[in-house]
T-cell receptor, first 118, second 114 residues
Framework: GAVVSQHPSRVICKSGTSVKIECRSL??????MFWYRQFPKQSLMLMAT?????????EQGVEKDKFLINHASLTLSTLTVTSAHPEDSSFYIC??????????????FGPGTRLTVT | QKEVEQNSGPLSVPEGAIASLNCTYS??????FFWYRQYSGKSPELIMF????GDKEDGRFTAQLNKASQYVSLLIRDSQPSDSATYLC??????????????FGTGTRLQVTL
């Protein structure tokens, strides 16, 4: 399967600071990546769809000015949590679409970033 | 009604038995279906995808799709303790081939006992 990496795997920051998380497709190009958030013992929540070369599409209830997404190349998308607060502490996971052949694709996840805001 | 529904479990099966995980979805126009495994504290790992009605087998895993009943299942044969995880059903409610988002169920927790 295709490989997606995320960096950093863990980050601890102080309240009010910003944190950037990188998501890379290592062995394929991904025009579309997705950002999810998962709180303990809860299901995945899609935050936004990141499209290369265009603005991200945010899910309802997700603050686009707080969660900045940039998809600058076919292999890299970044999520910046601005002015982080303790309630932003969560497990952030990205995924990328890998096109198998025309008409079919698979979505692969990165290993996730655990953010703790103190 | 939730868009993708799964029984949260836990589903407990003895080692060596067949585990059967079920998922129903609401959008009749859904085109592609995925099963992911997620270990505690880890990100989801793709196990199988299925697009056509019927069965699709890969090793110990078999995915079954019935579009008329809006039902997709995952069978795990010869269950092992290492299969103990949460299994997520995901549905692409767009057309096959579009990079549209997946809608996830809440997952079924599987416990394989010795």
């Amino acid at each position: 399967g295709a490989v997606v990496s995320q960096h950093p795997s863990r980050v601890i920051c102080k309240s009010g600071t910003s944190v950037k998380i990188e998501c890379r497709s290592l062995d394929f190009q991904a025009t579309t990546m997705f950002w999810y958030r998962q709180f303990p013992k809860q299901s995945l929540m899609l935050m936004a769809t990141s499209n290369e070369g265009s603005k991200a599409t945010y899910e309802q209830g997700v603050e686009k000015d707080k969660f900045l997404i940039n998809h600058a190349s076919l292999t890299l998308s970044t999520l910046t949590v601005t002015s982080a607060h303790p309630e932003d502490s969560s497990f952030y996971i990205c995924s990328a679409n890998y096109i198998l052949r025309a008409g079919t694709y698979e979505q692969y996840f990165g290993p996730g970033t655990r953010l703790t805001v103190t | 009604q939730k868009e993708v529904e799964q029984n949260s479990g836990p589903l407990s099966v003895p080692e060596g038995a067949i585990a059967s995980l079920n998922c129903t979805y609401s959008d009749r126009g859904s085109q592609s279906f995925f099963w992911y495994r997620q270990y505690s504290g880890k990100s989801p790992e793709l196990i199988m995808f299925i697009y056509s009605n019927g069965d699709k087998e890969d090793g110990r895993f078999t995915a079954q799709l019935n579009k008329a009943s809006q039902y997709v299942s995952l069978l795990i044969r010869d269950s092992q303790p290492s299969d103990s995880a949460t299994y997520l059903c995901a549905v692409n409610m767009g057309h096959t081939g579009t990079a549209s988002k997946l809608t996830f169920g809440t997952g079924t927790r599987l416990q394989v006992t010795l």
